[in-house]
């Protein structure tokens, strides 16, 4: 699985954080890896020091640029970013409008896809058209989900929106994988959550747990990914470790 879409409605659970970070692993490892930032937010697209001024995203999607030339090198070796801004808001509307909206973002990676090894598609917080666009394009569902009580909750919605695409547009999706974030060591609740998500989804639970760390949330004020900001720090090598985990489970 090259194309892995970072999906889970929940804001603030560590799909951004992950896809810059778990990107700039795969690049320390010289895998060549693109971001595709599909949040309106544009979050990914500043945390690797990028402003997502047009042309971006949304001019790709809409066919007024092409990809190669909105694509954007990050101070990173082997990592790139697809930046986007609030122009994609006005994206959402416009499609709902459209038939056979669902394949654009695939259509419009296509010509990009040969020169790397990885592309992580970041989703907004939401199920909606931008969202399902991204799991038309990718081969793996990748889903952060934070060690806290509620973390479950929604979940059955997400694994019916995957349900939902399979049966469409993109029968080839899985699962490639779930990953714990923030995970704070010292409270029972964290374990206690993470050994009940590992009974009901078994191995599709990384073995890497992301521990909660001050610096993974520092690095995208100074538009680094973690590897570049503090590289000894527990969430850069985590990061690596997880790298190092999607590519075994790939094999
Ligand atoms: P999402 O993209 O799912 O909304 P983010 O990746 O933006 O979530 O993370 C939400 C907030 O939590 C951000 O401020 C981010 O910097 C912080 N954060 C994410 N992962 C960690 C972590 N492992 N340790 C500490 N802070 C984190
Ligand atoms: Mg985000």
């Not at 990914?44 to 092409?66: K, T």
């Not at 790139?80 to 259509?107: K, N």
């Not at 952060?144 to 049966?167: D, K």
Request: proline share 6%.
């Amino acid at each position: 699985m090259k194309t892995l879409a970072l999906a889970n409605q929940k804001g603030g659970v560590g799909k951004t954080t992950t896809a810059i970070n778990l990107g700039a692993a795969l690049g320390a490892l010289e895998k060549r890896v693109l971001v595709v930032d599909c949040d309106p937010q544009g979050n990914a697209s500043r945390g690797l020091g990028c402003s997502g001024e047009a042309p971006n995203l949304y001019d790709v999607l809409v066919g007024e640029a092409a990809p190669r030339d909105v694509v954007k090198a990050t101070g990173f070796p082997f990592l790139d970013v697809l930046p986007t801004d609030r122009d994609l808001v006005a994206l959402e509307v416009e499609l709902a409008g459209e038939a056979d909206w669902q394949p654009a973002l695939r259509r419009a990676l296509e010509p990009v896809l040969s020169a790397y090894d990885f592309v992580l598609i970041d989703c907004p917080p939401s199920l909606g058209h931008l969202t399902i666009m991204a799991l038309t394009a990718a081969e793996g569902l990748l889903v952060p989900l934070q060690c806290e009580y509620f973390a479950l909750e929604g979940i059955s919605e997400l694994m019916a929106t995957l349900e939902r695409v399979r049966e469409s547009v993109n029968p080839q999706l899985k699962i490639a994988g779930i990953v714990f974030t923030m995970f704070d060591h010292r409270t029972n609740l964290a374990r206690d959550v993470v050994a009940e998500t590992r009974e009901h989804f078994g191995a599709r639970v990384c073995d890497t747990i992301i521990p909660r760390n001050v610096r993974l949330a520092e690095a995208p004020s100074h538009g680094m990914p973690i590897l570049q900001y503090d590289i000894k720090s527990r969430g850069a090598q985590a990061y690596l470790e997880l790298a190092t985990e999607v590519l075994r489970r790939g094999e």
